[in-house]
């Protein structure tokens, strides 16, 4: 299903979201409970989403999907904001997101661990630094780009 969602992603959301100078920031499709849900997220180069334009990309890509649909199974197409805690997916995405607080995970651990969060400090196509603060005292972790299993921006309290 991976190929028919990223062969969907070419041929039919990219397209609509460019015409509208909007950026897709993941495509998901999921089973829960009986149901199907195509759930594509999206947001604006600069940031920030309003439910018109949620609703304008909506009713293009059904239209579309009504025309020629990928996805055999019936399924409710969601299109949303990615919120406050956003995915980090992309090169780029990390590049905008150096100064701010992320949640990353690794496929094995790093100094003893597999969850990390902490400022963002820096970004190379090999590595990112976190600032981690514990306590009064602020360390800083380098994590290969290739351990990362997951990535996305972080609320810190």
Same mark, same amino acid.
């Given at each position: 299903?991976?190929? +028919? =969602? !990223?062969? *969907?992603?070419? &041929?039919? =959301?990219?397209? #609509?979201?460019s015409? *509208?100078?909007?950026?897709?920031? &993941?495509?998901e499709?999921?089973? /829960? $409970? ?7 997220? =999206?947001?604006?180069?600069?940031? $920030? #989403? ?8 909506? /009713?293009?890509?059904s ?7 990928? #996805? ?6 969601? +299109? ?8 980090l997916?992309k ?6 997101? +150096? ?15 597999? +969850? ?14 976190? !600032? =981690? ?23 810190l309290?």
């Amino acid at each position: 299903m991976a190929g +028919v =969602i !990223a062969k *969907m992603t070419d &041929d039919l =959301i990219s397209p #609509i979201l460019s015409e *509208m100078n909007l950026e897709l920031v &993941d495509v998901e499709y999921v089973k /829960e $409970g009986k149901n199907y849900f195509l759930r594509v997220f =999206i947001d604006t180069p600069n940031g $920030g #989403i309003d439910l018109d334009t949620c609703a304008a990309v909506s /009713e293009k890509l059904s239209e579309a999907l009504d025309k020629k649909d990928p #996805i055999k199974d019936a399924y409710f197409l969601e +299109v949303s904001s990615p919120g406050a805690e956003r995915p980090l997916k992309k090169f780029a995405d990390f590049e905008k997101a +150096v100064g701010k607080d992320v949640h990353l995970t690794t496929y094995e651990p790093i100094d003893g661990s597999k +969850v990390f969060e902490g400022k963002l400090t820096e970004v190379n196509k090999d590595f990112v630094v976190l !600032a =981690i603060k514990n306590k009064t005292r602020v360390t800083h972790v380098t994590l290969p780009f290739d351990k990362i299993a997951s990535s996305r921006l972080a609320i810190l309290f």
